[in-house]
């Protein structure tokens, strides 16, 4: 497509996974506000339809305001290829259509890759939002998603010093033709926001009973886990050793697991489960609840990306069931420990942290929670020319 015939003031978003819902709210937020004072901005959002599932897509939508996808494209399940393909197909035809001024994009996903390659293939510039990441493992399919995301894009807007230099590594740099900015974390944009609702809102502690009505003491004791990687769902070696782990901590204090739907169908298939009530399988939980249940923790167990970070921002000690993460600063500055999923080195992991105290505040290793802003003004100033 000719730079002449995009309009730009319009920007395309694309999501399809649960992560990326929340994320986006972050900048469609900042595009709001901006709206509200002076520039149009249009956005329209993409929904790919890789999460589908009510507790996966739409409750968050309900709950983050989010506006309605202009367009879904209803991809669901299936095999990388598959998947990716399809949403390639769809979202070129969106492009087509809309010949926005830039595509953003967002994270690693299936979605974040065909997002990028079908806007980069019809020369419009793509805007990738948590740039740079890298755990240098290629068999996450993650990985992948996030290389070949960060060579197509125009935008690199990275959300920590770690990212710009591991792009660096990679050639990729501010100037000619490439905008690489640290700006800051968008989920921490959005933990700032929702965390103040949450404390109001949700009723997830009283409801699972963690708050006794009848004590003085209002200190919740539980420990909060979620595990979705393929690394550890697709292997049932992994599965099964983290799942033994879980049932040995609760032993001890109750552990609360929201399970995500691909980790529930693995375990349904080898006909795995913690074998301890005291491991309380929930199905996922909204965006306002999961941040309730991450700050009364007692500590967090987790594969995941963003609940890393979370359990950073909130204080809360973390142990990552992984053998590497992206988010190295959570592990260098102490409060995160690689365990990867041996049982004994998840209780002995548990062991050291959890009297840990609350580390040194005013660390803002992922920015001031304006980067959402930050983001929207250096794609205004750049394809807006304002
Ligand atoms: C995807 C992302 C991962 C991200 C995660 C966030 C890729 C390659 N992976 O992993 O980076 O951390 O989302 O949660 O893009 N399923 C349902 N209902 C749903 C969604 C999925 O039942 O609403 C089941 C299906 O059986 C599906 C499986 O979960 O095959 C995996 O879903 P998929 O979107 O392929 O990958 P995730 O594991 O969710
Ligand atoms: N999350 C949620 N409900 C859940 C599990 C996670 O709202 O049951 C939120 C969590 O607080 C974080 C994001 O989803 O903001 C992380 O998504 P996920 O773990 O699915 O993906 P990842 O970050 O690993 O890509």
Same mark, same amino acid.
């Given at each position: 497509m000719r730079k002449s015939s995009l309009s730009p003031f319009l920007i395309v978003t694309i999501v399809g996974a649960r992560p990326q819902f929340i994320k986006a709210a972050a900048v469609s937020r900042a595009i709001q506000a901006s709206n509200e004072k002076k520039r149009k901005i249009q956005e329209i959002l993409v929904h790919t339809g890789q999460h589908y599932d009510y507790l996966m897509d739409r409750i968050f939508f309900e709950e983050l305001d989010l506006?309605?996808?202009?367009?879904?494209?209803?991809?669901?399940?299936?095999?990388h290829g598959k998947q990716t393909g399809v949403m390639l197909e769809r979202i070129e035809d969106v492009l087509h259509k809309e010949k926005p001024g830039a595509v953003l994009v967002y994270g690693d996903t299936n979605s974040t890759l065909a997002g990028a390659l079908a806007a980069a293939k019809l020369n419009i510039p793509v805007a990738h939002v948590e740039?740079?990441?890298?755990?240098? &493992?290629? $068999?996450m399919p993650e990985e992948i998603n996030r290389l070949l995301t960060d060579h197509l894009s125009t935008f690199l807007f990275c959300p920590t010093d770690q990212a710009i230099q591991n792009l660096s590594k990679e050639?990729?740099?501010?100037g000619k033709g490439k905008i690489v900015k640290n700006v800051g974390d968008v989920m921490y944009d959005s933990i700032l926001y929702y965390s103040k609702l949450a404390e109001e809102k949700s009723t997830i502690l009283k409801d699972l009973g963690?708050?006794?009505?009848?004590?003085?003491?209002?200190i919740p004791q539980y420990y909060l886990a979620t595990l979705h990687r393929a690394e550890n769902t697709d292997d049932p070696k992994r599965l099964k050793s983290i799942l033994k782990a879980l049932h040995e901590i609760g032993r001890e204090v109750p552990v609360v697991l929201p399970l995500h739907p691909r980790t529930k169908k693995v375990m349904k298939m080898h006909h795995?489960?913690?074998? &301890?009530? $005291?491991v309380k399988l929930i199905e996922p939980v909204s965006y306002l609840n999961m941040l309730a249940l991450e700050r009364h923790a007692r500590a967090i167990l987790t594969d995941s990306g963003g609940v890393q970070k979370e359990a950073y921002w909130f204080k809360v000690p973390c142990l990552t069931l992984?053998?590497?993460?992206?988010?190295v600063e959570t592990v260098k500055s102490g409060w995160n420990v690689l365990v990867g999923a041996e049982t004994g080195k998840i209780l002995e992991g548990l062991k050291h942290i959890k009297n840990r105290k609350p580390f040194r505040?005013?660390?803002?290793l992922f920015g001031d929670g304006k980067s959402g802003q930050k983001i929207l003004q250096i794609i205004l100033k750049t394809i807006g020319g304002c």
């Open positions: 506006p309605k996808p202009h367009y879904h494209l209803g991809v669901g399940s299936g095999s740039a740079g990441m890298r755990s240098y &493992n290629r $068999r050639g990729i740099k501010n963690f708050f006794n009505p009848h004590s003085a003491i209002r795995l489960s913690p074998e &301890n009530d $005291r992984r053998d590497e993460t992206e988010w505040s005013g660390i803002e």
